[in-house]
């Protein structure tokens, strides 16, 4: 199990790679994101999905760890919809929050989800 501190540092790095797709989305509309963000989506999907399996960060999964040899097709399917609630629910709104809270500029929303000190 890893500390406090670090699985904060993962959800940090789950929302600061939300942030192209908030960018995309809030400058040229949710009908018109690109494919620009995915290497950022890929890593956000896989920090958010260790933090689930393997760092319980889940109340719905709960403390435990679990090798994906291990889950079966309902943990599974719990585990994808507590992963897809991380990186979209949590995160994802997250950003738009505080770039709508802080009146911060489109472009640079990337930089901004760390580094506002408006909360959430």
């Known amino acids: ?66 090798e994906p040899e291990e889950m079966s097709g309902k943990l599974s399917e719990m585990v994808d919809s507590e992963v897809k609630r991380l990186c979209q629910v949590q995160c994802l709104q997250y950003v738009f929050h505080v770039t709508r809270a802080c009146r911060v500029p489109s472009v640079p929303i990337a930089n901004v989800s760390l580094t506002c000190s408006c909360r959430a």
Not at 38 to 56: F, N, W
Request: net charge positive; hydrophobic share 40%; charged share 25%.
């Open 1 to 66: 199990m890893r500390s406090l501190g670090c699985v904060i540092i993962s959800a940090r790095v789950v929302c600061r790679c939300m942030g192209g797709r908030a960018a995309e989305e809030r400058i040229l509309g949710k009908e018109n994101t690109t494919s620009g963000a995915s290497s950022d989506l890929e890593q956000a999907t896989r920090i958010a999905r260790a933090m689930v399996t393997k760092y319980g960060f889940s109340d719905k999964i709960g403390p435990i760890s679990v």
